[in-house]
């Protein structure tokens, strides 16, 4: 495992660079002077690959690790991953304690991460055009880092405020757009219509930009990367059309995988359905940490701690090829708890990372076509995933509300774990739902697990055990507790927010 490095971050970081393997190769931060790395298109993007290596692979804590902090905790404060409170690393996500609060430790880490990418990003735009190089490699710079940047000001908009299409004009997050130093001043907050018109506007001319680009691993930014952003990015504003084209050009060379791939553990950026994710090897392991919250069956996963909610299990045909991930539990401590056995370490206890995927989508497709009044159209897709899964196929009502409705729950099965959960429930001005595992008495519902020595033994089945909000509110729409918070030192050094 990388050593875990403590990162003193700041919004007004000029430059970032750290090293890293291979084809991602950079210049320390103390051994880079800024005109060199600036004096070339290629050295230039040394910044791009250095901060994307910051922003996937380190972090102060081992609960806090890269980019997947983020989507650990979105899946936590969602309602078909039942965390175990007694482990390490997001119990207090999971009970709505933790980015509410704008003191603690992983809402800084989270903010400090994406706008020091921003700012990264931001010093390769403004500067590229002047350094040496031709105009294809200066384009493929340029086109990368908008991507970056839009994709860090996606996140921003879809977790610090609520959805788009409640209110376009509610302020969220500050937009910076050039360089910051030591003494630039804080900027006040823009609207979500502000952020998604430069999300738009970057992730439209990284699509121009990178027309003649053909990267050479998915950990690259290339036009499929662009247009699932794209697609994600319309999803969120409510441009259904656009959202269609831009998914269907998203998927375009990656194939859904065949059933029996599925049951592989969700650790190959290899897998030819994934578009976009994030290779590990034994030396840059870093982020393979987060998979120890993930995975729930091999020996050597440290926590166990993002079980299934037993409903989940419920969601899925007996046929379904996912449906077979399921066990209970029958180990001492654990007795009664669902594993979903999705995610699975290689042999070597790594595990590369999936930041998007063909099957999310043909669900993007399949959702904005039902929103846009096209049933047929958005069952079709539907159907092509859910064939590819062994699932029965979709039939029932064509009204659109139960098209959608569906579609939504094929949205949890499909990607859970992967960081949609609480991003969705915003979205869709949803609502968290737990409940407790029991029958019409109030009873535990027992279930049948088989214990380290083969023998079957009847216990009580246990799912979610927080089913309020901190205060004991009931779980309801457009909560303040879904949303992430800036963090108060943030406040504190930018007086115009």
Known sequence: MKKIIYLSLSLLLALSIVSCESDLETAPTNQANEAEVFKTA?????????????????????????????LRTSDAMGSDVAVLTNKYGFPSAYA????????????????????????????????????????????????????????????????????????????TVPVYTEPTTINSVGKPKASLEEIYTLIKSDLTDADNLLQNYTRNNKDKIDRSVVNGLLARTYLNTGEWSKAVAAAKEARIGY???????????????????????????????????????????????????????????????????RYQLFQWDGLPGREGLLRYAKFKFKATLIADIVLMRSAEMYLIE?????????????????????????????????????????????????LFGEGFSLSDIIRTQGIVVRKPYVNANGQPIQVQVTTPNGTI?????????????????????????????????????NPNL
């Not at 290596?53 to 972090?59: H, V």
């Not at 196929?393 to 499909?414: C, F, H, M, P």
């Not at 979610?464 to 457009?478: C, G, L």
Request: aromatic share 14%; glycine share 6%.
């Open 457 to 493: 033994k009847t216990v009580n089945g246990r799912g979610h055990t927080i089913f309020a909000f901190p205060d004991q509110s009931a779980f309801a729409p457009n909560s303040r507790y879904y949303l992430f918070t800036i963090p108060q030192k943030e406040i504190e050094n």
């Open 366 to 414: 399949a959702e904005a076509e039902a929103r846009n009044g096209n049933v047929t159209n958005a069952i079709l897709a539907l159907n092509q995933l859910k064939a590819a899964r062994n699932a029965t196929v979709y039939s029932g009502s064509l009204a659109q509300d139960a098209v959608i409705k569906e579609i939504l729950i094929e949205r949890r099965k499909e």
């Open 96 to 171: 709505f304690t933790d980015l509410v609060n704008n003191t603690g430790s992983r809402s800084l880490f989270i903010w400090n991460a994406l706008y020091s990418t921003i700012n990264n990003m931001n010093n390769v735009i403004s500067r590229i055009d002047g350094v040496e190089g031709s105009q294809t490699k200066k384009d493929q710079v340029k086109g990368q880092a908008k991507a970056l940047r839009a994709f860090c000001y996606l996140n921003l908009a879809s977790f610090y405020q609520f959805s788009y299409l409640k209110d376009k004009n509610a302020l």
């Open 42 to 70: 290629e050295s230039a993007e040394t910044v791009i690959n250095g901060a994307w290596a910051k922003l996937n692979d380190d972090g102060p804590t081992y609960a806090n690790i890269g980019y997947s902090t983020v």
């Open 255 to 321: 194939p859904l995988m065949a059933p029996e791939k599925y049951k592989e553990g969700f650790n190959d950026i290899g897998n030819g359905e994934w578009i976009w994710g994030h290779g590990q090897t034994q030396e840059q392991s870093g982020e393979s940490y987060a998979f120890h919250y993930l995975d729930v069956s091999s020996s050597g996963s440290y926590y166990y701690s993002f079980m299934a909610d037993p409903y989940f299990k419920d969601l899925f045909d007996t046929n379904d090829i």
